[in-house]
T-cell receptor, first 114, second 114 residues
Framework: NAGVMQNPRHLVRRRGQEARLRCSPM?????VYWYRQLPEEGLKFMVY????????ESGMPKERFSAEFPKEGPSILRIQQVVRGDSAAYFC????????????FGNGTRLTVT | GNSVTQMEGPVTLSEEAFLTINCTYT??????LFWYVQYPGEGLQLLLK?????DKGSNKGFEATYRKETTSFHLEKGSVQVSDSAVYFC?????????????FGKGTHLIIQP
């Protein structure tokens, strides 16, 4: 049973480009969460999605960031017009039912903006 | 708001040494408390948890006791191994542990030398 799969593992973008980060949840999981880990910081919640719905995006920056979890395919975290401050590790986690059900994390995507 | 403070790393110990990683928290109500571990190149894994005051969580030789009077959840292990080298995150949740309610500390990098 494959775990949470994130790709790419490493992503390098120049300032102004777009970054797309993908997350395939564990089989049977319909709840996806994105976290960001800035250098020397803990993980910060960004967004919580279920299939085709954004449940909580209170941690998402107001501009340039968006997330989706379509009916088919992986969840996508999209960052438009990246800036150096977007350089971080982005982690995806999934759970079967949300709420108290256990979280399973992916290995993260490390975004570097040059 | 909720917050988690843990001791800064890196913490470097010799094999078989006693380990303590301090964690204190600020929260309203009665949160659940967690320790997650991140091995090099991997995502976070739940190590142990405690859901109410005086509960002790334990796993793989690690222990932590939920101390409401001192708002602490210190991680301990009696004899560490090289394989314990990782980053350890203390976290709390006021929603039973669902990802949308998790607040993480900044992480403590543990290095065990043979």
């Amino acid at each position: 049973n494959a775990g949470v799969m994130q790709n790419p593992r490493h992503l390098v973008r120049r300032r102004g480009q777009e970054a797309r980060l993908r997350c395939s949840p564990m089989k049977g999981h319909s709840h996806v969460y994105w976290y960001r880990q800035l250098p020397e910081e803990g993980l910060k919640f960004m967004v919580y999605l279920q299939k085709e719905n954004i449940i909580d995006e209170s941690g998402m920056p107001k501009e340039r960031f968006s997330a989706e979890f379509p009916k088919e395919g992986p969840s996508i975290l999209r960052i438009q017009q990246v800036v150096r401050g977007d350089s971080a590790a982005y982690f995806c986690a999934s759970s079967r039912t949300g709420g108290n059900s256990p979280l399973h994390f992916g290995n993260g995507t490390r975004l570097t903006v040059t | 708001g909720n917050s988690v403070t843990q001791m800064e790393g890196p913490v470097t110990l010799s094999e078989e040494a006693f380990l303590t990683i301090n964690c204190t928290y600020t929260a309203t109500g009665y949160p659940s408390l967690f320790w997650y571990v991140q091995y090099p190149g991997e995502g976070l894994q739940l190590l142990l948890k405690a859901t109410k005051a005086d509960d002790k969580g334990s796993n793989k030789g690690f222990e932590a006791t939920y101390r409401k009077e001192t708002t602490s959840f210190h991680l301990e292990k009696g004899s560490v191994q090289v394989s314990d080298s990782a980053v350890y995150f203390c976290a709390l949740s006021d929603q039973g542990g669902g990802a949308d309610g998790l607040t993480f500390g900044k992480g403590t990098h543990l290095i065990i030398q043979p």
